[in-house]
């Protein structure tokens, strides 16, 4: 595997980072994960828009143009000859001393991971998801905005950690006030009497482009989109659930804190956006 640090490519065994980074420190950084499909990046001008948009939030000047780093994503695919990929951007601090003041990292990193993806089974996206809301609440906007992809995830770490409590695979996070926030890596959507309602980014959601997405194709289908608060009681009353990310992409909630949603299967609306959503990821992107 070739992978790219700091301009130039290097080999698995030789692609190490400074103990001194402030990415492994202090989780000083950002970072995204982005899917190609049938030799194309999907929604990549999305993710380099969001990186940078990550970056601006917590005062990190990226050492490359968005253009060059488009340009950097896809020569990493193309070094590894692959088509259809799970790619990993990381924009660390860089090196610095041992405090946490920024002001000692002179250089920020990059680094591009381009690899394969590890997907849950096939059965599970044919069953559904028993998931759970756990007690670790979502960052605070005000403290650390959910809507930053930053290197420091341990606001969902501890959600998935007691989502494995649970024996489930995923967690729903709620905010300071009780609303729905998000999963662990994946935003939420409902469907009641057939619209499509997910929280807002207030409500402490990353901006996500398979949100974005499902969204879009939602209303291109005439299905009413709404973004809104949601509690526990309307996800555990939703006609149909299901969470989107770049990894999982479209996966349907069978139950929710031992509620069953629905009539406990994958729900129509949901199939027909992973269908339309499949067909997208076919045809476009940026060519590799
Ligand atoms: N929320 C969080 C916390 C995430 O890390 C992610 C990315 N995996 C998502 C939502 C989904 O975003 P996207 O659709 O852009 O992958």
Redesign the pocket.
């Known amino acids: 595997m070739k992978i790219f640090i700091d301009g130039k490519f290097c080999n698995e065994r030789d692609a190490k980072v400074s103990v001194f980074d402030h990415g492994l420190l202090y989780g000083d950084g950002v970072f995204?994960?982005i899917r190609a499909y049938n030799g194309r990046v999907f929604?990549l001008r999305?993710?380099i828009d969001?990186l940078y948009a990550s970056a601006k939030a917590i005062l990190l000047e990226i050492p490359l143009t968005q253009a060059q780093m488009m340009k950097a994503t896809v020569d990493t695919i193309r070094a590894n000859k692959l088509r259809d990929c799970y790619v990993r951007l990381i924009v660390t601090r860089g090196i610095g001393t041992l405090g946490l003041n920024p002001r000692s990292c002179k250089k920020p990193s990059i680094i591009i991971i381009a690899g394969k993806i590890q997907v849950y089974p096939a059965e599970l996206y044919a069953r559904g998801m028993d998931i759970v809301t756990v007690p670790t609440v979502r960052n605070l906007h005000s403290a650390v905005n959910?809507a930053i992809?930053s290197l420091n995830?341990l606001n969902?770490i501890l959600a998935k950690i007691e989502a494995n409590n649970a024996g489930v695979e995923e967690a729903v996070m709620l905010n300071a006030e009780g609303f729905v926030s998000?999963?662990?890596?994946?935003?939420i959507f409902i469907i009641k009497k057939g619209a499509l309602y997910t929280p807002p980014l207030y409500a402490g959601?990353?901006?996500?482009?398979?949100?974005?997405?499902v969204m879009e194709l939602a209303e291109q289908s005439g299905i009413k989109v709404a973004e809104t608060n949601l509690t526990r009681y309307d996800l555990f009353n939703a006609d149909e659930c299901f969470l989107?990310?770049?990894?999982?992409e479209i996966m349907p909630v069978i139950k929710i804190d031992g509620r069953i949603i629905g009539t406990g299967k994958p729900g129509p609306i949901s199939k027909q956006l992973t269908e339309e959503y499949h067909a997208l990821t076919k045809v476009s992107g940026e060519p590799i």
């Open positions: 995204e994960g929604k999305e993710h969001r959910p992809k995830y969902n998000e999963g662990t890596a994946d935003n959601a990353l901006y996500g482009i398979t949100r974005g997405t989107t990310g770049t990894g999982a």
